[in-house]
């Protein structure tokens, strides 16, 4: 599958340890987005990265959120200290022009205990 | 405030009825309105956006700035178009505000 990948595909954690989900992007696309998406209800922005740069985040990000994109290939988004509201599930996208044209990987669905 | 509306969670058609699927909008700009769909176990894929005015599927969808609204048609249904389908706004250059969804069951 040479999509958007996502790892791990699933993460179930206590409440208060930290988790770290990857994206790879398709290998020529330059920007990256993270939406979270919970139960019931559609997709949520979090963070758009344009190479290494990230250049918006969502009010949503709180302290505890924090994604990177070193050398402007795969993306890691980290949250510290989880919270029961934190489950969801995190889905990557990526594109080399516009939005429009991004393609979603699938996901990964975070379930804190 | 920017802000999307799907008002059915679900929808459940006979195949070869007509399907519309509904999705208003608030946004005080120029839309950049787009429908999403999700096939079961699959990614979010785009299925067509609005300045394209084109059919995908045998799916249309028109822009009524009047009625702030785009609406996802289709004059009949099949099988394979089960799947949730979610409507989109772009307000800005590069996220979007999606709306809930509408799940969409096409019986036999």
């Known amino acids: 599958d040479t999509g958007v990948s996502q790892d791990p595909r699933h993460k179930i954690t206590k409440r208060g340890q930290n988790v770290t989900f990857r994206c790879d992007p398709i290998?020529?696309?330059?920007?990256l987005y993270w939406y979270r998406q919970t139960l019931g209800q559609g997709p949520e922005f979090l963070t758009y990265f344009q190479n290494e740069a990230q250049l918006e985040k969502s009010r949503l990000l709180s302290d505890r959120f924090s994604a990177e994109r070193p050398k402007g290939s795969f993306s890691t988004l980290e949250i510290q200290r989880t919270e029961q509201g934190d489950s969801a599930m995190y889905l990557c996208?990526?594109?080399?022009?516009?939005?429009?044209?991004?393609?979603f990987g699938q996901g990964t669905r975070l379930t804190v205990v | 405030a920017q802000r999307v509306t799907q008002p059915e969670k679900l929808l459940s058609v006979f195949k070869g009825a007509p399907v519309e699927l509904k999705c208003n909008y608030s946004?005080?700009?120029?839309?950049?309105l787009f429908w999403y769909v999700q096939y079961s176990r699959q990614r979010l894929q785009l299925l067509l956006r609005h300045i394209s005015r084109e059919s995908i599927k045998g799916f249309t969808a028109d822009l009524n700035k009047g009625e702030t609204s785009f609406h996802l048609k289709k004059p009949f249904a099949q099988e394979e178009d089960s799947a949730m389908y979610y409507c989109a706004l772009r307000p800005g250059t590069y996220k979007y505000i999606f709306g809930t969804g509408t799940r969409l069951k096409v019986l036999a």
């Open positions: 946004y005080s700009g120029s839309p950049e």
């Open positions: 996208a990526s594109s080399s022009r516009g939005p429009e044209e991004a393609f």
């Open positions: 290998s020529e696309h330059n920007r």
